[in-house]
């Protein structure tokens, strides 16, 4: 099992980026893939999740509006489409598989024991 994020990168405030997580080893189309970041000296948090009939979606309060997660099952590959960048949003981004279909973060916590198989990462950069 694999999945590898990339797409990072500097952008000015209010620009976009589109993350992937291309993944491989699994059936996509199995499991809710969840997105989390991590800025310098702060915990990593959950950003995103989207299950894998697609009806199930979650977003932090931070992103709400201006992030989409999206899939191509057939490309193995998870979407993240950040928009309105703010520098608040500079961070190393990770997927993770998830098996709980995306309970664990609408369930208000981010138990990262919960999510079993991890990328290594992708840096984003907002410069204000």
């Known amino acids: 099992v694999q999945l590898q994020a990339s797409g990072g990168g500097l952008v000015q405030t209010g620009g976009s980026l589109r993350l992937s997580c291309a993944t491989s080893?699994?059936?996509?189309?199995?499991?809710?893939i969840a997105w989390f970041r991590q800025a310098p000296g702060k915990e990593r948090e959950g950003v995103s999740c989207?299950?894998?009939?697609?009806?199930?979606?979650y977003y932090t309060d931070a992103v709400k509006g201006r992030f989409t997660v999206s899939r191509d099952n057939a490309k193995k590959t998870v979407y993240l489409q950040m928009n309105s960048l703010k520098p608040e949003d500079t961070a190393i981004y990770y997927c993770?598989?998830?098996?709980?279909?995306?309970?664990?973060?609408?369930?208000?916590?981010?138990?990262?024991?919960?999510?079993?198989?991890w990328g290594q990462g992708t840096l984003v950069t907002v410069s204000s």
């Open positions: 993770a598989r998830d098996p709980l279909a995306c309970r664990t973060l609408l369930a208000g916590t981010s138990n990262l024991n919960s999510f079993d198989h």
């Open positions: 080893g699994f059936t996509l189309d199995y499991y809710a």
């Open positions: 989207l299950s894998s009939s697609d009806r199930t979606t």
